[in-house]
C-alpha cells in the first residue's frame, strides 16, 4: 500500500487524514515478498507499501500513480533504491503493459490500496475535500473532465444517478435537485459551495459523517472512472503474475469490495460437472484464495488510525491455469451514462 492512501468513508471525500499505510503487516504476510522477485505497487500514493515492500526482500519493485505529484514527490525514494525501485505515471490498469515494456514480467506480486490518497484530500486546491474549500476538481491525473464540468452539465436524473449507484446516497433525488436549482442561479465551481447545497438536504447529528460524504465520493468515482479501473486492474493482474505470483487488494467501500470479492470468486472457481455432464466445463481456476473471506484491520490498527476500520483484505495466488477472458467482466461493472460522446462511470 501507500503511505496517505486508504482513506475509509468518514474522510473519503474531505476529511483530515494522517498519512498511514493501512494494514501494512497483513499486506506484507500475504504478499510475501522475497529476494530476486518483482512486484507492482499500483497504487504509490507517498510510498508507504512500496518502502515496506523494498526493506522486506532485495527485490524490483515497479510503482504506478496516476497523479504526477505523487509520482515527483517519490524521486528520494527512487534514489535510496539503488535501481530497485521504477516509478511509472500512469493508470493501474495497465500495469501488465508496464511491467512487461519496463522489464519487470512476469510477476511475483501485484499490490492495490483502492482509496483516495491523504495528500490529495489535504490539497485543497485539488477540489477532494468538501472540508476545505476549493476548485470542484477531483481529477487524479488532472486530465478529463472535472467535477464541475459533470455538476454543470449532467441532467438532474444523471447527477442522481450517480450520486445514488457510486455514493450510495439514498437522497440522491432532492441533492441532484437541488444542485440543478444552485446552478441556475450561479456556477457551481467550489467544493465549499457544493458541500453547502447538499448539507440543506442531508441532515446528519454532531459526530456522524459530513452530510456530503457519499456526493463527494460518487463524484470522485465518476470523474476518474474508478470502478472501471479497478475491473481491468484487475485483469491485468491476473494476466502479469506468474504462477504462484500473489495478488493482494485493499478496498474501504462495498462498491469496490464487491468487485474485487466476485472477481477472486469467479477466478478461483471449479469448472462445474454434473451426473449428466461427468466433464467439467469451464475454464480452470486462475487463482487460489489465500483467505477465507475478508481480512480486516485489528482492534490496535483502529484504534491508532480509524481510517483502518473499512478497511477490507482480499488475496489470492495464481494458478497455472491460463488467464481468463474479458467477456465475463461485464457484469462487475457499473452501469454507464453516456454523455456528448464522454463515458461517465
Not at 508507504?48 to 525514494?77: E, F, H, K, N, V
Not at 470542484?136 to 450517480?162: C, F, N, Q
Request: aromatic content about 4%.
Amino acid at each position: 500500500m501507500k503511505t496517505g492512501r486508504g482513506v475509509g468513508p468518514t474522510d473519503a471525500a474531505g476529511g483530515p487524514a494522517r498519512h498511514l499505510p493501512v494494514m501494512l503487516a497483513e499486506v506484507l504476510a500475504h504478499l510475501a515478498p522475497k529476494d530476486a522477485a518483482t512486484y507492482v505497487d499500483g497504487t504509490f500514493g507517498a510510498g508507504g507499501y512500496s518502502r515496506a515492500i523494498l526493506a522486506a526482500a532485495d527485490c524490483r519493485l515497479l510503482a504506478i500513480d496516476r497523479d504526477p505529484t505523487a509520482i515527483a514527490a517519490g524521486a528520494d525514494l527512487v534514489a535510496a533504491s539503488n535501481g530497485r525501485l521504477v516509478l511509472a505515471e500512469d493508470r493501474f490498469s495497465s500495469l501488465d503493459v508496464l511491467a512487461e515494456t519496463l522489464g519487470f514480467a512476469p510477476l511475483d506480486g501485484v499490490v492495490l490500496d483502492i482509496g483516495v490518497s491523504s495528500m490529495q484530500l489535504d490539497q485543497a486546491e485539488r477540489g477532494f475535500s468538501f472540508r476545505r474549500d476549493g476548485p470542484l476538481d477531483m481529477r487524479m491525473g488532472g486530465d478529463g473532465p472535472s467535477a464541475a464540468d459533470l455538476v454543470a452539465e449532467l441532467e438532474e436524473v444523471e447527477l442522481a444517478h450517480i450520486i445514488y449507484t457510486l455514493g450510495e446516497e439514498r437522497l440522491s433525488r432532492p441533492i441532484a435537485r437541488a444542485i440543478v436549482q444552485a446552478r441556475a442561479e450561479a456556477p457551481i465551481v467550489r467544493t465549499g459551495q457544493l458541500a453547502d447545497i447538499v448539507a440543506r438536504v442531508v441532515r446528519t447529528k454532531p459526530g456522524e459523517m459530513h452530510p456530503a460524504t457519499r456526493t463527494f465520493q460518487g463524484l470522485r468515482i465518476a470523474v476518474n472512472g474508478e470502478l472501471d479501473e479497478l475491473v481491468d486492474a484487475l485483469a491485468a493482474a491476473e494476466r502479469a503474475l506468474r504462477p504462484g505470483g500473489r495478488l493482494v487488494v485493499v478496498t474501504f467501500h462495498s462498491l469496490e469490495d464487491r468487485i474485487v470479492k466476485t472477481f477472486l470468486a469467479h477466478r478461483s472457481k471449479a469448472p462445474s460437472s454434473s451426473r449428466h455432464q461427468p466433464l467439467a466445463t469451464g475454464p480452470a481456476p486462475s487463482f487460489r484464495l489465500l483467505a477465507k473471506g475478508m481480512v480486516e484491520a485489528g482492534s490496535e490498527e483502529v484504534s491508532a488510525n480509524p481510517r483502518a476500520r473499512s478497511a477490507k483484505l482480499r488475496a489470492a495466488e495464481r494458478t497455472e491455469a491460463p488467464a481468463h477472458g474479458e467477456d465475463d467482466l461485464s457484469g462487475l461493472r457499473p452501469k454507464q451514462l453516456q454523455r456528448r460522446g464522454r463515458r461517465w462511470s
